[in-house]
């Protein structure tokens, strides 16, 4: 993690006073580090021999052009969920053949639109899907390259939990059998392989190997009738170091007050622990032709490498009021907790306070049981992991998306998204009065 503290106590960002940063820029505004997006794409991709395997990023998860741009020059492909996205990652430099195309609802217009302009792989979680994708390249008189979507392998007593839920992205090993073996008949279907997605925020190896082995099963039965599956994709999930776990015990704890655990990089270890499972597993299923590999981090690749500044309003009692709002950090508190580092050294005893947005929404917490210093209005504090699923997921309810930079490598600061103003908010409004002719 590039954001430490130095000798006097100052938080440091790549080697950049964060205070001497936010400096003359209005609050609250993310702050990206492009040293920390190298270094964790450099720890997945080294996980893995040269040429084993591709890294897709997942680009709903931070679809800031400027980033995007930066994630492909690094050498990543791109994973796509919906027909704007298949637009912006062209846009963004992505070649068509770069793409894979994921989702359980692709409508006809998103599917016609990804094989027209001739995206690499389409992901199919369904025989209703394949035979729709079948109608669409026939009609194109194009071909196109297609994986199978297998929901992973859980214990019996998880799979009574939550197998229901699991059943809607995906189908059976049994079917995704039969999809393949009638991929491999398409005049206009080409087989690349299987995927699976393990859950999110992983940092256990098992669940990886346990879908690594469900799906070597099912390729070993394939190349065995002669069908090649040629790539196999682990999918995403794959965890930010700087987003601790939560559990019902950490959630209580934080409420009591208890200290947060110290971070404990996982990413770099837990890529290397899955590349020796999947060599392993490869080798002890005897395969003719080992699949090459495909990883699709989202919240491993950008989560760590983002941070949102933001300034002290006022307090009142144990609740510090910030200019920031859980709008633009949405996501749910049940995935991870997210750390809160003051700017400025501490100046006192460290005491319990609960962090609140700006907004009148009920929901507007930001941080519960932080420990903090005396802090007092214009003082800086600064989020942790605000990178994933933050900008893409913001909302304007009771204020405006704010401005976003990125720290190069060579410490200059550049503004990748100014702070919404009044047109963007009102650029997608149809005055209804004046369509209906009223004056």
């Not at 995704?176 to 279907?189: F, I, M, N």
């Not at 929404?361 to 600064?382: E, F, K």
């Not at 913001?394 to 998306?401: H, L, Q, S």
Request: charged share 20%.
């Amino acid at each position: 993690m590039t954001l430490h503290r130095n000798s006097d106590g100052e938080l440091q960002l790549d080697g950049q006073s964060v205070s001497a940063l936010a400096e003359g820029y209005a609050t609250p505004f993310f702050l990206f580090s492009a040293r920390s997006i190298r270094a964790n794409y450099e720890a997945l991709r080294s996980a893995f021999a040269p040429g084993e395997a591709r890294v897709d990023y997942c680009i709903k998860t931070n679809y800031e052009l400027a980033l995007l741009r930066y994630i492909r020059q690094l050498g990543a492909s791109a994973m796509v969920t919906c027909g704007w996205e298949i637009e912006l990652a062209l846009a963004a430099g992505f070649r068509p053949e770069q793409l894979a195309f994921h989702g359980p609802g692709k409508s006809e217009a998103e599917l016609e639109l990804a094989v027209r302009t001739g995206v690499g792989l389409i992901h199919v979680y369904s025989a209703g899907e394949l035979d729709q994708l079948e109608g669409i390249v026939a009609a194109q008189g194009r071909t196109v390259d297609v994986s199978v979507r297998v929901p992973v392998y859980c214990p019996w007593l998880e799979r009574q939990v939550r197998g229901w839920y699991a059943e809607r992205l995906g189908v059976p090993p049994s079917e995704a059998y039969q999809l393949l073996r009638r991929v491999a008949t398409s005049r206009w279907l080409r087989v690349r392989g299987l995927s699976v997605h393990v859950g999110t925020q992983v940092v256990r190896a098992e669940p990886y190997a346990r879908a690594i082995r469900q799906l070597l099963t099912l390729v070993r039965r394939l190349q065995d009738e002669g069908i090649a599956v040629r790539e196999l994709s682990l999918g995403g999930g794959w965890p930010s170091d700087t987003l601790q776990q939560n559990s019902p015990r950490t959630l209580v704890g934080a409420l009591a007050g208890q200290s947060p655990p110290s971070i404990r990089p996982r990413l770099a270890s837990l890529a290397r622990r899955v590349a020796e499972i999947y060599r392993s597993e490869v080798a002890r299923a005897g395969l003719a032709l080992a699949p090459a590999v495909a990883i699709e981090p989202g919240r491993g690749l950008v989560g760590s490498a983002g941070y949102l500044a933001t300034r002290v309003l006022r307090s009142e009692g144990r609740w510090v009021f910030v200019d920031g709002s859980h709008n633009f950090l949405p996501e749910s508190a049940l995935v991870g907790r997210r750390m809160v580092w003051p700017v400025r050294p501490s100046r006192g005893r460290l005491e319990l306070r609960h962090l609140s947005g700006r907004t009148l929404n009920t929901a507007d917490i930001m941080a519960v049981g932080v420990r903090l210093s005396p802090v007092g209005p214009g003082d800086l504090l600064v989020f942790l992991d605000a990178g994933a699923y933050s900008l893409s997921r913001a909302n304007r309810y009771a204020g405006t998306i704010p401005a976003a930079y990125v720290l190069e490598g060579d410490g200059k600061l550049q503004q990748i998204r100014r702070a919404d103003q009044l047109s963007d908010v009102v650029a997608a409004m149809t005055d209804v009065l004046q369509l209906a002719g009223v004056e």
